[in-house]
């Protein structure tokens, strides 16, 4: 017996409807990472890890997690020595967003290191845990560049400069500070400083003309900063994800999900890149420093790979900076 039209045009609108419903679910999953939009409540997991110099991967997964309707709650897990003021600051800005205009609790965590950039990017939650060993604070912000002028003079190689106006090329490593350029950039330091320090008091329950106090650049462990009022309390993750867990009304040993990794496929290299995927997929390759003067909250020794310390900086770094 033939098929009517109709009953043909309801089988093909159910199978477009089973193709669009199976993509959602494949999508929602390869982001995620666990069973996507069809999970249970649960707590997000959000990793700020390294050496912060960018902010798009965390606040993408950050505003993939915010629209997650079974995601309950937040745990920003930081292990980062601290990084570019502008990432940090981004990645604080958006968490505290969240914080003000979603009723799902968000807490923070530190590991091993969670200073400067690292914390300033923990003030923006609720509650913040730490090990009792954790290496924290580090409130303070640092530029620094190369003068590679005595060298080149030694070796014959002079700088040619055009320029616009007298500061424009300060930080070059073919010259020198003037005085002038360091108050220049002495102020920029401060005024960053001052941002810092106004995070913390607006955050913390902390007094300003105390934190300015704490805020020299000095490093705590996770002990000192609880007293400090520096951080809320002393907690592995999976207690702090208990924490986050009870504050979402879900109890002890809540579910949790995690972002997946983004790798560079095969793919992309066999069907070519576009110069905006080329830029992006650039970004997830290892960074190499550069020599651009640039605005840095953390403890610089700790972020640089140990095979371009000196015996100094390894010591140093080595013994809790």
């Known amino acids: 017996m033939p098929v009517s039209h109709d009953r043909r045009t309801a089988w093909a609108i159910a199978l477009i409807l089973l193709v669009f419903a199976a993509g959602v679910y494949l999508s929602s999953r390869a982001l995620l990472g666990r069973d996507g939009l069809f999970a ?13 110099l960018s902010e798009r991967q965390v606040l993408r997964h950050l505003e993939a997690f915010r629209q997650d309707g079974s995601v309950r709650a937040f745990v920003i897990e930081i292990r980062s020595p601290g990084g ?55 409130i303070g912000v640092i530029m620094e560049f190369p003068n590679a002028s005595e060298l080149m003079r030694k070796v014959g190689v002079e700088w040619e400069v055009v320029k616009s106006g007298e500061h424009k090329n300060m930080g070059s490593p073919s010259r020198p500070l ?83 990794p983004r790798r560079v496929r095969l793919i992309d290299l066999l069907l070519g890149l576009t110069e905006t995927r080329a830029r992006h997929l650039l970004q997830m390759l290892p960074s190499v420093p550069s020599v651009t003067p640039r605005l840095l909250c953390g403890t610089p020794l700790c972020g640089v790979p140990q095979e371009e310390r000196n015996d100094d900086q390894g010591r140093s770094c080595r013994t809790g900076l």
């Open 40 to 52: 249970g409540s649960r707590v997000a997991v959000l990793p700020v890890e390294g050496v912060i």
């Open 84 to 138: 570019a003021v502008g990432a940090s600051q981004s990645i604080y800005s958006e968490i505290r967003k969240l914080r003000d205009t979603d009723d799902r609790p968000v807490v923070a965590w530190m590991g091993d290191v969670a200073a400067s950039g690292g914390y300033y990017v923990s003030l923006a939650a609720d509650s913040v845990y730490a090990l009792p060993g954790t290496l924290t604070g580090s």
């Open 178 to 260: 003037s005085d002038s350029d360091r108050e220049i950039l002495e102020g920029v330091v401060l005024d960053v400083w001052e941002q810092f320090v106004d995070a913390v008091a607006a955050n913390r329950p902390i007094d300003r003309a105390d934190v300015v106090a704490l805020a020299d650049g000095r490093v705590f462990t996770g002990q000192q900063a609880v007293e400090l009022r520096l951080v809320d309390g002393i907690a592995t993750l999976n207690e702090a994800i208990d924490v986050a867990g009870r504050m979402a009304g879900l109890g002890e040993r809540p579910q949790t999900v995690r972002p997946r």
